[in-house]
């Protein structure tokens, strides 16, 4: 069965430093990944997706991700966080989704 | 904009009571999906369906059951709520031309509910 890890469940991070969130996945063939983001009383929005070709795909909100097959990982960036950017991140493989990392930015 | 919404934002009910929680969605869209989630879990697949009056098992489907007789309405049943079922739902819709999990899920804004 496939599974997501999301191997920090919460990161704390400066107002403009970078930001990196870790995921990994076990799934039979190359899944279809996505990153999602939920702001508190908010449903989850898309950040960014990656069907195939290039593996560095770019997002939304200045993020981006890179797949890499040899580590079964697709992990997002991005390279100033900005207040508003404190929310849960999601990755999901398909329709699993990992447990999320829970982002607060420090002023 | 995809618009997913959702009948409730909270919901208190006992234990034993009889719970729906219902997801619109108005971009024609062929696959809706209901999800918990939970702290440290995140979210879990209860079902989904990729036509009108199709369903399919997701990964925790026990003491759960859906309705979809209109394309755009997605409908959760609880049969009969127990106080493990206490958690935030939600709804998602996606387009696609046949059941694929490839495709963005446009997520509503989340029922919370509680069963005492």
């Known amino acids: 069965a496939q599974s997501v890890t999301q191997p920090d469940i919460h990161i704390t991070v400066s107002e403009g430093a970078s930001l990196e969130l870790r995921c990994n996945y076990s799934?039979?063939?190359?899944?279809?990944l996505f990153w999602y983001v939920q702001s508190p009383g908010q449903g989850l929005q898309l950040l960014l997706k990656y069907f195939s070709g290039d593996t560095l795909v770019q997002g939304i909100k200045g993020f981006e991700a890179e797949f890499k097959r040899s580590q079964s990982s697709f992990n997002l960036r991005k390279p100033s966080v900005h207040w508003s950017d404190a929310a849960e991140y999601f990755c999901a493989a398909g329709l699993s989704f990992g447990a999320g990392t829970t982002v607060t930015v420090r002023a | 904009d995809v618009k997913v919404t959702q009948s409730s934002r909270y919901l208190v009910k006992r234990t034993g009571e009889k719970v729906f929680l219902e997801c619109v969605q108005d971009m024609d869209h062929e696959n809706m999906f209901w999800y918990r989630q939970d702290p440290g879990l995140g979210l879990r697949l209860i079902y989904f369906?990729?036509?009108?009056?199709?369903?399919e098992k997701g990964d925790i489907p026990e003491g759960y059951s859906v309705s979809r007789e209109k394309k755009e309405r997605f409908s959760l049943i609880l049969e009969s709520a127990s106080t493990s079922q206490t958690s935030m739902y939600l709804c998602?819709?996606?387009?696609?031309?046949?059941?694929?999990?490839?495709?963005?899920?446009?997520f509503g804004p989340g029922t919370r509910l509680t069963v005492l």
């Open positions: 799934y039979g063939a190359t899944p279809y």
């Open positions: 369906s990729y036509d009108v009056k199709m369903k």
């Open positions: 998602a819709s996606s387009s696609s031309q046949g059941l694929t999990s490839t495709d963005t899920q446009y």
